[in-house]
């Protein structure tokens, strides 16, 4: 590339944890000393787990149609793909109608989409998000940024590749794709969950080391448990 | 506005006016009489609006431009003044008691150029970067492709093509003569 100082280099320097977030002893108000963590006191340790599948294939496949028809989205919109998702929910596209809708939580949400650019301030949000989510759970990418950045390829603050953060089910290209192209997304995705080929929680629980090293290696300053519950 | 620089000019130091427009001037002032001119412009000229508070990196010359941009509503009138910094070990005068706006771009500025505007409020925390420990990424020494490419992975298959040089290969291939 033409354009690149060959000279820069990145400093990798630790971002410190925050001061309520250290292990410290406290005094509680009836004056006993207690240690705590605040990172291991109030949430579970476990890790995720593999989903495990029926007992027989015609089960799974009755499983998985009866998933495919019922796409729940986490109505977090990243960039400017969150506008293309509001016609879905009106009259004209009507995406409703496919058994797809939009939830306000994660605990009520199976599919999260991520719909265009992620900075790495988002990415921790949406990591976040995506964890709560209960299984099975798929995730979507919308637009050229979640492939490979897009016009923020030489961004100081903006992902390039989603599927190194998130296990992703299913790109939808475009800059950005139009609803109607959502609804195709949509409908491949149902046909993807219908094949049993849908394995991005499954992909995340066995792959769950890398996924976090990817992660912790942009988002420097880590306020959270390793897997939130 | 002319007429306001005339006026202005005896008492203070001024650089040569640059018009945009007619209701538009930009022009350099000293640093020490700043705020001098800022609280009369306010308060005895009508400027009463902060438009915008912002810099620019002149690396050449080892300094940043701070440029106050304020507006005369009544008189539909911006004038925006420049304030020349050093570079190295950069700090400017804090301007949050006449516009508290002013307060919100300072920390902008002291995240993403890294300008000091001590005594600020909450010019010290982070404003919109979560844990960043690098060059201010304002700032023209930080290349951000360079770091881009070294934080972020980039898919394989993407290429891309210098405008220059491709379409001079589409439209013109056999220049300069011989080339092909």
Request: charged share 30%.
């Amino acid at each position: 590339m033409e354009d690149v100082d060959d000279k820069f280099l990145k400093k990798n320097k630790e971002v410190p944890l925050r001061e309520e977030l250290r292990p410290r002893k406290v005094t509680t108000p009836d004056g006993q000393e207690i240690e705590i963590e605040p990172l291991r006191d109030y949430f579970c340790e476990a890790q995720p787990k593999v989903h495990p599948k029926a007992y027989s294939k015609i089960v799974e496949d009755f499983y998985n149609w009866a998933r495919s028809n019922s796409l729940w989205i986490l109505g977090f919109g990243t960039g400017c793909g969150a506008i293309e998702m509001r016609p879905l929910m009106t009259p004209r596209f009507d995406a409703y109608r496919y058994g797809i809708q939009w939830r306000p939580t994660p605990r009520q949400a199976n599919l999260l989409v991520i719909s265009g650019y992620l900075s790495v301030k988002t990415l921790k949000r949406a990591i976040r998000a995506y964890e709560q989510m209960p299984q099975p759970k798929y995730v979507m990418g919308l637009g050229s940024c979640t492939i490979n950045g897009g016009m923020y390829w030489d961004s100081y603050n903006t992902i390039k590749r989603l599927d190194d953060y998130l296990p992703v089910d299913l790109y939808i290209a475009g800059c950005m794709p139009r609803p109607e192209a959502l609804l195709h997304g949509f409908m491949e995705l149902k046909q993807i969950i219908r094949k049993g080929e849908a394995e991005g929680a499954n992909k995340y629980a066995e792959n769950f080391a890398q996924y976090k090293a990817n992660q912790k290696a942009v988002i420097k300053d880590w306020d959270m448990p390793d897997y939130n519950w | 506005m002319r007429e306001l620089l005339y006026r202005l000019k005896d008492r203070y130091h001024f650089g040569t006016p640059t018009f945009q427009r007619d209701d538009l001037c930009f022009v350099t002032v000293k640093r020490s009489e700043l705020r001098a001119i800022l609280t009369e412009l306010r308060d005895v000229e009508g400027f009463t609006h902060l438009t915008l508070l912002t810099a620019v990196d002149w690396i050449e010359e080892q300094q940043f431009q701070l440029t106050y941009m304020i507006n005369n509503r009544e008189a539909n009138l911006t004038l925006a003044l420049r304030v020349m910094l050093d570079r190295e070990d950069a700090t400017g005068d804090t301007i949050h008691d006449l516009w508290p706006t002013a307060a919100t771009y300072q920390r902008e500025l002291r995240e993403m150029f890294g300008i000091n505007f001590p005594g600020s409020p909450r010019v010290d925390e982070e404003f919109i970067l979560e844990g960043w420990t690098d060059l201010p990424p304002y700032r023209r020494d930080f290349d951000t492709l360079a770091y881009s490419q070294q934080t972020y992975h980039d898919r394989p298959g993407r290429e891309t093509h210098d405008p220059k040089t491709h379409m001079q290969k589409v439209l013109y291939a056999d220049y300069p003569k011989g080339a092909k």
